[in-house]
């Protein structure tokens, strides 16, 4: 009896319930997606390098400081410190780039886990056209064209690139020291916006600094060939939000010269394709190895895989050690695996290494290549599990390019290409045995 | 989901906008109606603004309707709504498991709506009237929903508007599992006496 009294009490409850949640009527769709767009504009907050720690005074013992410090203030002691104009040794977060203001939307890097790659913020009174928004990241080369190109007049684009002092001795003395938060008006007018946009120029000023442990590029673009009164005190607002503050001991944003050893190493780029002939193709090899008749324990060439364009390679993995014989006049290169990092890829999150729509199979010992369009920019992603744990350091070639390389016996290698927009491209594998596999989009070309 | 990343985006990616990419999928690939709530998470997680306004448009909803009765005003909870989104948005990163996505939002929405409650506590009834429909009936729930003290009316509601379980309440809350069963009894007959 009292069961079933209660169980009628649970019904009346949840039918009032019920009936209460049917009768709240819900925002529009299109109020919750602005509302999602005005939450995601606010750039999240820049990683804080050390965990904070915990208060380590007694209360009782923080009472006293207060009062000290209360009474030192009404003594004068720290007023001259309180009037005083500081712009160095302010306290306040660290990282690289700009915090969030009303209104503006940005941009952000991701911290790189790869030197000689400078990290990039860019800031935005206007929302980024969607092909300058790589997943809310900003492309390296902090340029971010087609926002630029349809930029409103009303409109302010700051782009800040960061490298570290030191990386490039040349460049150093063009940046003068200077305090946060900089000047707006410290910039100076460069003629690049009408390279921009020719039919209505925009305003471009550029400013040098040196600031912390880094060169501060910083671009300004306005919407109009001269910008108002009311843009420049707009810039300035948001420039007054840009923090450059390294963590103690490593600069901020850069990766060392080599990274921490470990067996596995899986890295993502997103990098711009360079265009030939006015189409952005890229480059995927893939060859099984072949063994020195003469000795089968060794290689002529070992299982190897490439991903590149027409101006030079991104990533390239081979497998196995050692090789034997190179060709006379190519000596073979010592380097397992090598990742572009001077040219314009950044960091990506990680695209998955599967087969699922492509089509192929085992490579030729001739080297198998297929040309495939990704559109102006390719995800490409390299997994390579050595025998055992090996770094990445940078290697800088007498031409210029700088590579990300890693030595050591490759087990297995695993390579990924996929447009911006996940279409699944290409997929490379290779192992120590020599085998090798390629599987292709059905409209890849084969070269 | 193998080798920890997320997943096979050309199975995934339908009705994601910037990522859709079926215009050129290969015939023979599984497809999949919806990107799960995990999945959308984790890519909101990196920076995915797409991946968090889709989130938002399948949560949002419930999280609204929990707001409005929560709050006395419908601008009280769209605006504990915008703090709610902002504060998931930033603190996205830090969420350790993307299947807990759900009750930590609810959390978020907890304690804005806990914020912006104690500063109009003084506006409470005559807003309540202000707002609510015609039914006379919804009143009556309504108003019996706000006569419950706070600790009662926030285990109904989470549990009931939001759905969640007793556990995930008791997170939510900070609290035992058995006060959340205690409260949760207490309150369904608390409201039981004021509807009768």
């Given at each position: 009896?009292?069961?079933?009294?209660r169980?009628?009490?649970?019904?009346?409850?949840e039918?009032?319930?019920s009936?209460?949640e049917?009768?709240?009527?819900?925002p529009?769709?299109?109020?919750?997606r602005?509302?999602?767009?005005?939450?995601?504009?606010?750039?999240?907050?820049?990683?804080?390098?050390?965990?904070?720690?915990?208060?380590?005074l007694?209360?009782?013992?923080?009472?006293?400081?207060?009062?000290?410090?209360?009474?030192?203030?009404?003594?004068g002691?720290?007023?001259?410190?309180?009037?005083?104009?500081?712009?160095?040794?302010?306290?306040?977060?660290?990282?690289?780039?700009?915090?969030p203001?009303?209104?503006?939307?940005?941009?952000?890097s991701?911290?790189?886990?790869?030197?000689?790659?400078?990290a990039?913020?860019?800031?935005?009174?206007v929302?980024?056209?969607p092909?300058?928004?790589?997943?809310?990241?900003?492309?390296?080369?902090?340029?971010p064209?087609?926002?630029?190109?349809?930029?409103?007049?009303?409109?302010?684009?700051?782009?800040?690139?960061?490298?570290?002092?030191?990386?490039?001795?040349?460049?150093?003395p063009?940046f003068?020291?200077?305090?946060?938060?900089?000047?707006?008006?410290?910039?100076?007018?460069?003629?690049y916006?009408?390279?921009?946009?020719?039919?209505e120029?925009?305003?471009?000023?550029r400013?040098?600094?040196?600031?912390?442990?880094?060169?501060?590029e910083l671009?300004?673009?306005?919407?109009?060939?001269?910008?108002?009164?009311?843009q420049?005190a707009?810039?300035?607002r948001?420039?007054?939000?840009?923090?450059?503050?390294?963590?103690?001991g490593?600069?901020?944003?850069?990766?060392?010269?080599?990274?921490?050893?470990?067996?596995?190493?899986?890295?993502?780029?997103?990098?711009?394709?360079?265009?030939?002939?006015?189409?952005?193709?890229?480059?995927?090899s893939?060859?099984?190895?072949?063994?020195?008749?003469?000795?089968?324990?060794?290689?002529?060439?070992?299982?190897?895989?490439?991903?590149?364009?027409?101006?030079?390679t991104?990533?390239?993995?081979?497998?196995g050690?050692?090789?034997?014989?190179?060709?006379?006049?190519?000596?073979?290169?010592?380097?397992?695996?090598?990742?572009?990092?001077g040219?314009?890829?950044?960091?990506?999150?990680?695209i998955p290494?599967?087969?699922?729509?492509?089509?192929?199979g085992?490579a030729?010992?001739?080297e198998?290549?297929?040309?495939?369009?990704?559109?102006?920019?390719v995800?490409v992603r390299?997994?390579?599990?050595?025998?055992s744990?090996t770094?990445?350091?940078?290697k800088?070639?007498?031409?210029?390019?700088?590579?990300?390389?890693?030595?050591?016996t490759?087990?297995?290698?695993k390579v990924?290409?996929?447009?911006?927009?996940?279409?699944?491209?290409?997929?490379?594998?290779?192992?120590?045995?020599g085998?090798?596999?390629?599987?292709?989009?059905?409209?890849?070309?084969?070269? | 989901?193998?080798?920890?990343?997320?997943?096979?985006?050309?199975?995934?990616?339908?009705g994601?906008?910037?990522?859709?990419?079926?215009?050129?999928?290969?015939?023979s690939?599984?497809?999949?109606?919806?990107?799960?709530?995990a999945?959308?998470?984790?890519?909101?997680?990196l920076?995915?603004?797409?991946?968090?306004?889709?989130?938002?448009?399948?949560?949002?909803?419930?999280?609204y309707?929990?707001?409005?009765?929560?709050?006395?005003?419908?601008?009280?909870?769209?605006?504990?709504?915008?703090e709610?989104?902002?504060?998931?948005?930033?603190g996205?990163?830090?969420?350790?498991?993307?299947?807990?996505?759900?009750?930590?939002?609810?959390?978020?929405?907890?304690?804005?709506?806990?914020?912006?409650?104690?500063?109009?506590?003084?506006?409470v009834?005559?807003?309540?009237?202000?707002?609510?429909?015609?039914?006379d009936?919804?009143?009556?729930?309504?108003?019996?929903?706000s006569?419950?003290?706070?600790?009662?009316?926030?285990?109904?509601?989470?549990?009931?508007?939001l759905?969640l379980?007793?556990?995930?309440?008791?997170?939510?809350?900070?609290?035992?599992?058995g006060?959340?069963?205690?409260r949760?009894a207490?309150a369904?007959?608390?409201?039981?006496?004021?509807?009768?």
């Amino acid at each position: 009896m009292r069961r079933e009294q209660r169980e009628k009490q649970n019904r009346h409850v949840e039918d009032a319930l019920s009936r209460l949640e049917r009768m709240v009527p819900s925002p529009p769709e299109s109020d919750l997606r602005a509302m999602a767009r005005t939450a995601s504009s606010r750039s999240r907050p820049l990683p804080s390098p050390v965990r904070s720690q915990r208060w380590p005074l007694q209360p009782r013992w923080t009472g006293i400081l207060a009062l000290a410090l209360v009474v030192a203030i009404g003594l004068g002691v720290g007023l001259g410190a309180l009037i005083a104009p500081s712009g160095t040794a302010a306290r306040g977060p660290v990282g690289l780039g700009f915090l969030p203001e009303p209104g503006w939307f940005v941009l952000q890097s991701r911290p790189l886990s790869v030197p000689a790659q400078p990290a990039v913020a860019i800031a935005s009174n206007v929302p980024f056209h969607p092909d300058d928004d790589l997943l809310g990241l900003a492309e390296s080369s902090a340029l971010p064209f087609l926002t630029l190109q349809t930029l409103p007049s009303r409109g302010v684009v700051i782009a800040a690139a960061f490298s570290p002092r030191g990386e490039n001795p040349i460049a150093d003395p063009l940046f003068p020291r200077r305090d946060l938060p900089l000047r707006v008006r410290d910039a100076v007018a460069t003629g690049y916006g009408r390279a921009i946009r020719d039919g209505e120029p925009l305003a471009q000023y550029r400013l040098h600094a040196a600031i912390d442990r880094h060169n501060v590029e910083l671009f300004i673009y306005y919407g109009r060939e001269r910008p108002t009164e009311a843009q420049l005190a707009e810039a300035q607002r948001q420039v007054s939000g840009l923090t450059v503050r390294s963590a103690p001991g490593r600069a901020v944003g850069t990766g060392g010269s080599q990274s921490a050893p470990s067996r596995v190493i899986d890295r993502t780029l997103s990098c711009a394709v360079f265009p030939q002939g006015g189409v952005e193709a890229v480059d995927v090899s893939a060859r099984s190895g072949l063994r020195l008749y003469t000795d089968r324990s060794r290689w002529k060439y070992p299982a190897s895989a490439g991903v590149g364009d027409f101006a030079g390679t991104f990533v390239s993995v081979s497998a196995g050690n050692p090789v034997a014989d190179p060709e006379p006049g190519f000596p073979a290169s010592p380097h397992r695996l090598s990742i572009v990092a001077g040219r314009t890829c950044t960091v990506a999150p990680r695209i998955p290494l599967s087969t699922a729509g492509l089509a192929g199979g085992p490579a030729s010992q001739l080297e198998d290549r297929y040309d495939c369009l990704p559109g102006r920019r390719v995800l490409v992603r390299v997994r390579a599990v050595f025998r055992s744990a090996t770094s990445l350091r940078l290697k800088r070639y007498r031409r210029g390019d700088v590579y990300h390389v890693a030595n050591g016996t490759v087990a297995e290698g695993k390579v990924a290409v996929r447009s911006l927009t996940g279409r699944p491209l290409a997929y490379v594998q290779i192992f120590e045995s020599g085998k090798a596999r390629l599987f292709t989009a059905r409209g890849c070309v084969e070269d | 989901m193998g080798d920890g990343t997320f997943g096979d985006v050309t199975a995934t990616t339908e009705g994601v906008p910037g990522l859709d990419p079926s215009a050129e999928q290969h015939p023979s690939t599984p497809r999949r109606t919806e990107l799960d709530e995990a999945e959308l998470v984790r890519r909101a997680q990196l920076g995915s603004s797409a991946a968090f306004e889709q989130l938002v448009v399948s949560r949002g909803p419930s999280l609204y309707r929990y707001l409005a009765v929560r709050l006395p005003g419908e601008g009280d909870a769209r605006d504990a709504l915008q703090e709610t989104l902002l504060a998931a948005w930033q603190g996205l990163p830090s969420l350790r498991t993307a299947s807990t996505f759900w009750p930590w939002l609810c959390g978020i929405a907890t304690h804005k709506a806990a914020d912006i409650a104690r500063g109009r506590s003084h506006e409470v009834v005559d807003e309540v009237e202000a707002s609510a429909p015609d039914d006379d009936e919804l009143l009556d729930v309504r108003k019996a929903v706000s006569a419950l003290p706070e600790p009662f009316r926030q285990v109904l509601l989470l549990r009931h508007l939001l759905g969640l379980s007793e556990v995930e309440v008791a997170e939510v809350l900070g609290t035992r599992v058995g006060t959340v069963k205690s409260r949760s009894a207490r309150a369904r007959k608390a409201l039981e006496d004021l509807l009768r």
